[in-house]
Each structure stands twice: as C-alpha cells, then as structure tokens.
C-alpha cells in the first residue's frame, strides 16, 4: 500500500534552517510530482510547493518563494523540503501528498501523517 | 492567484440530515476541483475529485457537482462519523484550498 512518512520537524528559532523529508514506498515514485502542504495550528490547509515526477520542474507558493527549496531523490524514494529563513507564521505542520494524477498539479489521494514544525524564539 | 470561497465556515446538524457546503470559485475552473475530509490530529482524505467523482471506497452518501465557478459537496444522510472540517481544492491553475467548513454535532 501507498505509504509517506514525513520527518524532520522540530523547534527552531526565527532565521534559522531546517529541512524536512518525506519517505515513500508502495508506489512508482518516480512516476508522480509529489507535494508539500501545511497547516499552521487550528487553521486551513495551504498548499507549500510541488515537484515534477522528474525533479526537473518546481513551483512555490508566494510566501515560501526564495525561502524554500524542494527536492527529492527518485534512488531512494525521497523527497525533501529545504527551508531557510524561517519566521514565526511558518509555524506549521507539514506534509507530503502524492499527486494522483501524476502531472505537477492535481489532488491527492495519499497524505503522510505530517511533521510538526515550530519556530519560536 | 485563484481563490476558493467556502460557505459556511461552519455548520451544525444532527444525524440524518442533509447537508450541502459550497465552493466558489474567482474564476472558472472547469471540473478541476476535490473534496477533501479532515478529522482532528489527521491528514486530509479524498473524497471526491474532478467535482463529481466519487474515491474509491468513499460512501455513497458523499456527492459532488458543479463546474465552472460554483461547486456542492452534499452528504445525503449525515453519519456520526462525518463530523469533520471540509475543504475544496482545485488545481485547474496553481493549487489553492477553500477556507474549509467545520461540520459541528447540533
């Protein structure tokens, strides 16, 4: 079965670094553009940024343009979210969500569990 | 940047009703929208994707229409289990969610 398991969230201070990782199994990744949603605390779900089936196209919501990187490594069944300068309403849990219909934008019928990310001083 | 308009934000209903949350659109999107279902401390699940097409698995209870501008999600027959937020998304361009509707035990 479809499986993402996301990693790599914690606490960090504003300004800092962090970067998330997302696993998955059960599927051709190589075949799908996967995602990254967030969700700050109590709030609606926003879309972050996806990446192409083959790493070579990637699109970024506004508020994370410049500031967050994604990637992701189809040996290894990979994806990652590099994000840097972080601020305080990036608080949020992240996570990764496969698009089903393969292209860079679709829906998602597998979600992971998310990760937690806090950014406190 | 398309926006998505949610209407409630929220609602509170007994077992049994009938229930109907929409979905505006700013501006058309053809049939490119899903329906998703979040319960507390989970991710979101699929239920019903390009308006009107039921997931796999997903209860018959559960149906979408709509295209263009204006969408509905109904639940025919509300279940104790579908106390949950609802969200629309579409990916007609870009990616956006509506603001979501909380479902609420009256």
């Known amino acids: 079965q479809v499986q993402l398991v996301e990693s790599g969230g914690g606490v960090v201070q504003p300004g800092r670094s962090l970067r998330l990782s997302c696993a998955a199994s059960?599927?051709?990744?190589?075949?799908?553009?996967i995602h990254w949603v967030r969700q700050a605390p109590g709030k609606g779900l926003e879309w972050v940024a996806v990446i192409s089936y083959d790493g070579n196209n990637k699109y970024y919501a506004d508020s994370v343009k410049g500031r967050f990187t994604i990637s992701r490594d189809n040996s290894k069944n990979r994806l990652y979210l590099q994000m840097n300068s972080l601020r305080l309403e990036d608080t949020a849990v992240y996570f990764c969500?496969?698009?089903?219909?393969?292209?860079?934008?679709?829906?998602?019928?597998?979600w992971g569990q998310g990760t937690l990310v806090t950014v406190s001083s | 940047a398309i926006q998505l308009t949610q209407s409630p934000s929220s609602l509170s209903a007994s077992v049994g009703d009938r229930v109907t949350i929409t979905c505006r659109a700013s501006q058309g999107i053809s049939s490119a929208l899903a329906w998703y279902q979040q319960k507390p401390g989970k991710a979101p699940k699929l239920l019903i994707y390009?308006?009107?097409t039921l997931q796999s698995g997903v209860p018959s209870r559960f149906s979408g229409s709509g295209s263009g501008t204006d969408f509905t999600l109904t639940i025919s027959s509300l279940q104790p289990e579908d106390f949950a937020a609802y969200y629309c998304?579409?990916?007609?361009?870009?990616?956006?969610f509506g603001g979501g509707t909380k479902v609420e035990i009256k």
């Open positions: 998304q579409q990916f007609n361009e870009g990616l956006t």
């Open positions: 059960g599927f051709t990744f190589s075949n799908y553009g």
């Open positions: 969500a496969k698009d089903e219909r393969g292209y860079s934008f679709g829906y998602f019928g597998h």
């Open positions: 390009d308006a009107s």
